[in-house]
């Protein structure tokens, strides 16, 4: 298959070829007079199928006690356009403009978030705005990072044009709660500007200060090409080289020693190093069992002197844990366990040495739930259940995790909306949700009292840049 | 009376096709997109009478909706026979095969908003405004939406680039 071609490019394919066929089904349609002939047989038709599938099995050599109804008439499952998120099977949908529609949920005031129902009291569930950057298009940051002074950098893109799937890199700085956007900075690795997509999704800070950001490109010439990046303070960007043409880099992370990136290249699920962000080699591993061929890395941690990995193979995740070794020696590497579902962030707790795991899962193939793993040891990983508001989302998932102070946080969200959801060692749980027209999946880093969580605010056909404050009493009396 | 159905006869053969490509991608298969797209008209039909303000997202809503509901039905019925002979090697519809399919395919294991947007954009050639009217949301998140589908469909036909549909 050639997915080197944007998958704009495939889509619009898809859909031609989807109209020549739909024109050829479609001549076979009956007249709109005759509709409520053509329910009676569908039903029918659906029934015959079903009941033939009985007689099968029973003609067969095993006789299975196993009634099968005959499928009702289909359901609607109400998917509501505007408010009434939720409902169930059999209720009829309104209309898409229904003027009398509950708006939904949140408090219409900025800055001001509530908490589900779940929560224990008032206190610690205020997300205060802390800035918003208007901006032309729209903006989706992507990765964060702070250095030893406390500078937060947040990387990302700007979506000019949806339609063409074009992106450019952005970035955002912030200090002492003041920020700026630097996006005009980035240099663009080489690609032609207007003819390529240029993701940055990854962004580490050294001891010293210095930055080292991923990322990918894609284009129709070239294809998709990992990307990296160096500042020396977040606002001004040189390109860097990775040894690979073809591929992403997802994530990086900062050893104690070197730069760390993941991600895939042509063969496979790929680990770059670096010493200081500029000159890049691949790492090569030895063990029992390798990175997988058909896989992607999309997050890095250090713990304890090895890196945990978290590796996605289509519709499951592994976690690999990695011993770096000196420079141009293969790198030790072992699985610790596999998962249904889509991890995508690790985050761990220094004091303690838990090792949280963040992302997805769709128990039933269609829609998607929250999925949190614990792990005091970085062996054995216990699920943990995340308790947003009590409502059962059909399509929910996590996309950070971060520990400030001795509290767990994840943010994700939900139906499409984000949201937040800490505990505290106690086990006491909080959840939040961002003010009214927060959107893109947020993203934490501690801070003073709490989080920052860094996300867009929507206005009209534009998302600009936000961050807003969740504070969090720690509750443990330390 | 007459008035009310001509409107309808209109509206259904401007409408039909779009419909029935949007029941495509979500039940994968036509014979089944048939069926989902005639039961959305024939409840727009008993909902005729006034009772749509926007029958045009109504009518789309009410297909996707229908199949995802027999698609799970599908899947729960697949399980089920599963216990009493050989697994199936899928649970999902049959598409026929080739590199564009793989693409539907890959829509429909988006999440739903993801998909929903996507389908609504793509299979139904609507513009982003369109599409955040039929979806009741800003246009600004159906651009997030899309964005963040086509990641997951470019993901998803990467890792099944080697011709086997690992998912």
């Known amino acids: 298959m050639d997915t080197e071609r944007p998958v704009d490019d495939l889509l619009r394919s898809a859909s031609r070829e989807l109209d020549r066929a739909a024109a050829a089904v479609a001549g076979g349609a009956p007249p709109a007079a005759e509709l409520g002939g053509v329910r009676r047989r569908a039903v029918q038709r659906r029934r015959v199928g079903v009941a033939a599938a ?5 003609a067969g ?3 299975v006690a196993w009634r099968v109804s005959p499928p009702d008439a289909p359901s609607l499952i109400f998917d509501a356009p505007a408010g009434d998120e939720g409902a169930e099977d059999g209720e009829a949908p309104e209309s898409a403009a229904d003027p ?5 949920p949140g408090d219409a005031d900025a800055g001001v978030g509530q908490a589900g129902p779940g929560a224990d009291d008032d206190s610690g569930t205020e997300v205060r705005e802390v800035i918003r950057l208007p901006a032309e298009g729209w903006q989706v940051p992507t990765a964060l990072a702070s250095d030893p002074a406390g500078r937060f950098v947040v990387v990302g893109v700007t979506v000019d044009d949806a339609d063409a799937g074009a992106a450019r890199p952005a970035v955002w700085v912030g200090e002492d709660g003041s920020w700026l956007r630097a996006g005009g900075q980035v240099a663009e690795s080489g690609a032609e500007a207007g003819e390529a997509a240029v993701h940055m999704t990854g962004v580490a800070s050294d001891p010293d200060g210095s930055f080292a950001a991923v990322g990918f490109t894609d284009t129709v010439a070239a294809g998709t090409r990992p990307l990296a990046w160096r500042s020396d303070n977040g606002e001004r960007w040189d390109s860097a080289t990775l040894p690979d043409e073809a591929g992403s880099a997802e994530a990086v992370t900062w050893t104690g020693e070197a730069f760390v990136a993941v991600g895939a290249a042509e063969r496979g699920s790929a680990v770059w190093t670096s010493p200081d962000g500029r000159a890049w080699s691949a790492v090569t591993f030895a063990g029992e069992r390798g990175l997988a061929a058909e896989g992607i890395l999309v997050d890095v941690l250090e713990y304890g002197g090895r890196l945990v990995l978290i590796e996605q193979v289509g519709d ?10 000196e420079r141009g020696a293969a790198w030790q590497l072992r699985e610790i366990d596999s998962f249904a579902g889509s991890l995508a962030r690790l985050t761990g707790d220094q004091e303690t040495g838990t090792l949280y795991a963040a992302g997805s899962q769709r128990p039933d193939g269609l829609g998607s739930e929250p999925l949190l793993l614990t792990s005091g040891d970085g062996q054995s990983w216990d699920r943990e259940a995340i308790g947003w508001d009590g409502a059962d989302h059909h399509d929910a998932g996590l996309h950070d995790a971060a520990v400030a102070g001795r509290v767990l946080v994840v943010a994700g969200t939900a139906d499409g909306l984000p949201r937040l959801w800490a505990r505290d060692p106690t086990g006491d749980a909080r959840a939040a949700e961002l003010p009214e027209g927060a959107g893109a999946p947020p993203l934490l880093a501690p801070a003073t009292d709490g989080v920052l969580v860094v996300g867009t605010v929507e206005d009209g056909a534009e998302a600009h840049f936000g961050v807003w404050h969740w504070e969090l009493p720690d509750r443990t009396g330390r | ?6 409107s309808f006869s209109a509206f259904y053969g401007e409408n039909y096709r779009s419909v029935l490509k949007l029941a495509y991608v979500f039940a994968g298969g036509w ?3 048939e069926d989902i797209a005639q039961e959305a008209f024939v409840r727009a039909l008993s909902c005729w009478d006034g009772q749509l303000i926007a029958p045009e997202a109504w009518v789309r809503v009410t297909a ?4 995802r509901s027999r698609l799970r039905r599908r899947q729960a019925e697949s399980r089920a026979l599963e216990r009493a002979r050989p697994p199936a090697d899928s649970c999902e519809p049959a598409d026929p095969p080739g590199e564009l399919s793989r693409v539907w395919q890959a829509v429909r294991r988006l999440p739903k908003r993801q998909a929903q947007a996507v389908a609504l954009h793509y299979a139904d050639d609507l513009s982003v405004g369109d599409v955040a009217a039929i979806m009741g949301c800003a246009e600004g998140t159906v651009k997030a939406l899309l964005h963040q589908g086509r990641r997951r469909i470019a993901a998803q036909l990467g890792a099944s680039a080697g011709g086997e549909d690992g998912h």
């Open chain 1, 316 to 325: 499951s995740s592994r976690l690999l844990a990695a011993e770096p070794a």
């Open chain 2, 31 to 33: 014979q089944v997109a």
């Open chain 2, 1 to 6: 009376m007459a008035e009310e159905t001509s």
């Open chain 1, 61 to 63: 050599a095993a006789v």
């Open chain 1, 100 to 104: 009398d529609a509950d708006p939904g």
């Open chain 2, 64 to 67: 996707v909706n229908l199949a």
């Open chain 1, 54 to 58: 009985v007689l099968a099995l029973v």
